[in-house]
């Protein structure tokens, strides 16, 4: 599964930065397929601790980690959904993505030009979001348009779907996010198949200067305010501590984190909020080749996880042997875990739980 996140923001809110760290972090990983396809696209490998372990555990010869991917969209400005700047290009590469990662400005620098004239993140927000709702209203109205005209010849369905597009279209004119659109069931695919921008997860990024972590600063706070009342979140990050550290070794980033008093580098911290955001979880496979994680949506069944490592796995599913990689680690091997009878038989109905480790057993 290949996740995708956006980078969007206002222009020199420090996106860029952010996008060229965390791709010089992802290069020097070990084992992990960097692919430059597209320059505004980086491969990032998700950090994990227990995935070393799990390589220890089982005796794989190496570690290969689930990736995340980053876009970084640039273009969006004021007036974007009317054609300003780069204008509607940022919009399609929008819709592409799974979650947003909103890029605020929080820090101050004469040197840097801020696009308003000063640093306000409830303001800048306030202008990124109101070009997204534009584009929103404007996909809502083209469809309003067209149901419209079938519901007036006397189409029944499309005069329920017209009331339905109707009362979204209030919602957004109020300023409120399609995500926070109530809808039953059955209409869901109504809205769903509009693809529209304000459904996805956000996640905010505080970029702030290196003197305002761990916890931010008064800018930092406005941003929190924002986010709680969208239930969301704030990643507090500075871009420019974050590239210089993506230079170093990895070494000397643990020493240089320290140095700094933190424990994650920023980088980590925004790709696990960006996992929460999406309600994504981990898995494990080992075997001789190598000590494998992966990346499946919470309340993903069995089956469908063993197609994330192979598509025949999922067809041909029989049973999975499954051990969280608590009792794992606990057990101290995997043969002193099967001794103990910790490894249990699951079948296709069963429910990955973030941290097991599995081993498909499928037909082919
Ligand atoms: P983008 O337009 O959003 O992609 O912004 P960039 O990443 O290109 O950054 C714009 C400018 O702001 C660059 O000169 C960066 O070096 C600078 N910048 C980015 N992050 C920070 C930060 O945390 N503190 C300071 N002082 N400058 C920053």
């Known amino acids: ?25 992802g290069a020097e990983a070990d084992n992990y397929p960097f692919c430059t396809v597209d320059p505004n696209v980086g491969v990032v490998p998700v950090p994990d601790e227990r995935l070393p372990q799990v390589k220890e555990l089982a005796g794989s010869p190496e570690t290969v980690p689930t990736t995340i991917e980053f876009v970084d969209i640039a273009g969006l400005v004021e007036g974007a959904a009317e054609g300003e700047g780069l204008g509607n290009q940022f919009l399609a590469n929008i819709r592409e993505v799974d979650a947003i990662i909103h890029v605020v400005r929080c820090f101050e620098d004469e040197g840097v030009a801020h696009v308003a004239g000063s640093v306000n993140p409830t303001r800048d927000v306030e202008v990124i979001n109101t070009e997204l709702l534009l584009k929103d209203l404007e996909t809502v109205e083209k469809r309003i348009d067209k149901v419209g005209a079938a519901a007036k010849k006397g189409d029944q ?5 017209l009331s339905l597009y ?8 109020e300023g409120h996010w399609a995500r926070s659109f109530e809808v039953s069931e059955p209409n869901r695919s109504l809205v769903d198949e509009l693809f529209l921008l304000t459904e996805k997860p956000v996640l905010y990024v505080a970029n702030v200067d290196e003197t305002a972590l761990p916890d931010g600063n ?47 580098s920023g980088l980590e911290r925004l790709v696990h909020a960006a996992y929460d955001v999406l309600d994504l979880i981990t898995f494990f496979t080992a075997d001789e080749k190598g000590a494998y994680a992966w990346t499946v949506e919470r309340g993903t069944r069995a089956p469908q996880a063993a197609g994330q490592v192979h598509s025949d796995f999922e067809e041909g599913f029989i049973k999975a042997e499954t051990i969280h990689f608590s009792d794992l680690d606990e057990a101290g091997s995997e043969a002193a875990a099967r001794e103990a009878g910790l490894i249990r038989t699951e079948g296709k109905d069963y429910v990955v739980e973030d941290g097991d480790v599995m081993e498909f057993r499928f037909n082919v």
Do not use: W
């Not at 369905?157 to 779907?161: G, K, S, W, Y």
């Not at 109707?166 to 004119?173: A, N, P």
């Open 218 to 264: 008064e800018y930092a706070d406005q941003l929190r305010a924002i986010a709680r009342e969208e239930g969301t979140q704030v990643v507090v990050i500075s871009a420019e501590l974050e590239a210089q550290m993506a230079d170093l070794e990895p070494d000397e980033r643990r020493l240089f984190l320290e140095d700094a008093g933190l424990r994650r």
């Open 157 to 161: 369905e499309a005069a329920e779907e």
């Open 166 to 173: 109707e009362r979204l279209h209030d919602h957004l004119s």
């Open 1 to 25: 599964m290949s996740v995708q996140c956006g980078l969007v923001g206002l222009p020199n809110v420090g996106k860029s930065t952010i996008f060229n760290a965390l791709s010089n972090a």
